[in-house]
């Protein structure tokens, strides 16, 4: 009956099933596209700067003016004037003439290289004596160095960070295509739930799952939406599963951490789509159940929060990049494991880690407990059939 | 005139003269509260979880009945009934009874272990036989394991991640004290400058740095507010300055790229108030200018946007933290350099890199240089005198 996977099964089964959702596009200000994943490429019209450009405070010239010079024998130029910040440099320039310009200001198209203050004295009346040559292209930035037009200055799939925003602002893009975020709708089931805002009686416990994944899916460029908690009651999950598949892109149904209420959650699955696993090789988070109805993936997270939090950041959020279409990249680092780990008996196990000076502290208590996740950095992964990890050894850890 | 410092040096001011902004509270729901930063520590009032609760599907038992029993001599014991879910566990269990429970269900009080039904056979007429015996607290989560009363389940200062939401929702607290979000007001000064929306002329250029350090300051967890281009006059500079003062708590002044407009700036932060320094021995970076005017922290920031946006990483970011009250970490990890790196000539270097399979790839360019930016994961810091890198070495990157 059951369908268990090992993790990179599960991986390959996400990556095979889905696709990004139609590339539904989305109009938005520059100012909110923060995190947001570009529709398209693109492509400059442009070139960036669009005229050339000082690099620092000086003196415009024909570089072969200056060849030879040196302190002794300071190459004597006559100031044909300054040009302004912001003003065009509409002026010429001829042998044996300079220009005053300032860092980032343009120079005149007979110019090809710029000496700094520092290298030219001031000896009145418009007369400079440059101490130092320069060569062609010194001291400037020319017109397209940085983007020219045709240039690809971002790609299709790319998450913007904040330099990226000002990419798109040198360009001029101030409404940006991004891909419509996808839709996670959470639901939670369980007979002992009370919604955070009640007082459990006895046997009762709040739903942490609720709040904790909707912050999580929200981190990952989603928008979470939430519904009512629900009984253990395969009627009233099929009634939420199926109204969640209507206006979501991916349904989360977590809890029912007993066996015959997981069952319950696989059948409503295999009845109305498809069951496409049923438990992950995996601690925690071997009761996970994955599936797909009218081509929506729908997870069954494990009850416990620490486990429902490890599948999601494991499984749901590189689901989610792909229906965005994004190009991400995860963060990690090595550190050396604080103390020893045992061994664990064929299934992979993922343990969450503080991190202190290069050192990664495994934090670890029994299955369920949510508070040792304060100060968590990331993960690491013990592999199947590892014999354990000693003291001191060097490990990986994934940043949440 | 100049007032030099290393980086070093104007971490050590930025810490040793600014505070948290008399930690001003703000309550908010739960839902909004992802990357905020809590105002108190958060002491548990109630033991996590209220009652002892099964980790397995199973048999609550009194754990000395078992003792001794193995597959060929089960300990035998009569079902005195079930736990449903989330019902209180009021019934009593006598030596030589056992009750039926789910994961995360009640136990009764008298019992102390669970026996999991794979451990057990089901005789029928309420017998069963237990044939792995259990020690007393096998498979039980006891009241308060997870969090007891009095404890701080989260410290003051923590910026709230989703498990720590998760925290948050299971002691029931859904309107949440956090810090007020700092206002950083940004300014950019330049007589070449157009905003974004702008076709800039000859010798113009478009605002780069309003959009991005918008989008900067605002993923450090800060409120920015974006003031209109100014030109390079010192008292129009004196007069948004001063407004900006009046609302803000953080100022950042970018632009005046040429040495007479940085002035400009200087000399409005020395005569309102304290010009704390003027240029960071870092590369690039500079020409900054850091002061206090009414007590609010001032920077004056390189026009060029990689200057100002590494500037703004690794001055501000640390300020706003500061004001938040925050406790962060700055993640980092090890990689090997794709190339050498040559002498920076007694100034600190900050290179940004990207990262490719442990490897990480400098991205240089000519000052100024923006497209350079586009998929950079963290920056290297080549320390002063140092006389290069070769290919290959180890170096330190530090995560965007």
Do not use: W
């Not at 000496?115 to 000896?123: I, K, R, S, T």
């Not at 040198?170 to 409404?175: D, K, Q, S």
């Not at 000076?357 to 029994?366: D, F, I, L, S, Y």
């Amino acid at each position: 009956m059951l369908n268990v996977k090992t993790p990179d099964a599960v991986t390959k089964i996400i990556k095979a099933q889905f696709k990004p959702i139609d590339f539904q596009v989305e109009s938005i200000p520059l100012n909110a596209a923060l995190g947001r994943v570009l529709h398209h490429d693109i492509i400059s019209e442009e070139d960036i700067p669009g005229f050339n450009r000082s690099m620092v405070d000086g003196y415009a010239v024909i570089a072969s003016d200056t060849f030879g010079c040196s302190e002794s024998i300071p190459a004597i130029l006559s100031v044909a004037g300054e040009i302004l910040m912001g003003e065009s440099a509409e002026s010429t320039l001829s042998q044996g003439t300079c220009m005053i310009v300032s860092t980032g200001g343009e120079i005149p198209d007979q110019a090809n290289a710029v000496v700094m203050f520092e290298h030219a004295e001031d000896y009145g009346k418009g007369m400079i004596g440059i101490q130092k040559s320069v060569a062609p292209g010194n001291n400037i930035i020319f017109k397209g160095d940085d983007v020219s037009v045709g240039d690809i200055a971002l790609s299709a799939g790319t998450k913007l960070t904040p330099h990226d925003i000002g990419i798109l602002s040198a360009l001029g893009i101030t409404i940006v295509d991004v891909i419509k975020k996808p839709v996670v709708g959470i639901i939670s089931t369980g007979d002992e739930l009370v919604p955070p805002t009640d007082t459990p009686g006895r046997g009762q416990v709040r739903d942490v799952n609720t709040p904790m994944l909707l912050a999580a899916v929200s981190s990952f460029g989603a928008e979470a939406k939430s519904f009512d908690l629900i009984e253990d009651d395969e009627k009233a999950i099929r009634k939420t599963v199926m109204s969640a598949v209507q206006i979501c892109d991916i349904v989360l149904i977590s809890g029912g951490s007993s066996a015959g209420v997981r069952d319950l959650t696989a059948r409503v699955i295999a009845s109305e789509g498809e069951l496409l696993l049923h438990g992950i090789a995996m601690k925690p988070g071997k009761p996970t159940i994955f599936g797909k109805i009218n081509g929506k993936p729908i997870f069954g997270l494990p009850g416990h929060p620490v486990a429902a939090y490890m599948v999601t950041e494991l499984f749901v959020r590189p689901l989610v990049e792909i229906l965005l279409g994004a190009k991400v990249k995860y963060y990690s680092t090595t550190a050396k494991l604080s103390e020893a780990l045992s061994s664990n008996h064929g299934r992979e196990e993922y343990i969450v880690v503080r991190l202190e000076e290069g050192t990664a502290h495994p934090v670890r208590g029994k299955s369920g407990l949510i508070a040792g996740l304060a100060g968590v950095d990331g993960y690491i992964c013990v592999p199947r059939d590892c014999e354990g990890l000693a003291k001191g050894v060097e490990v990986k850890v994934v940043y949440f």
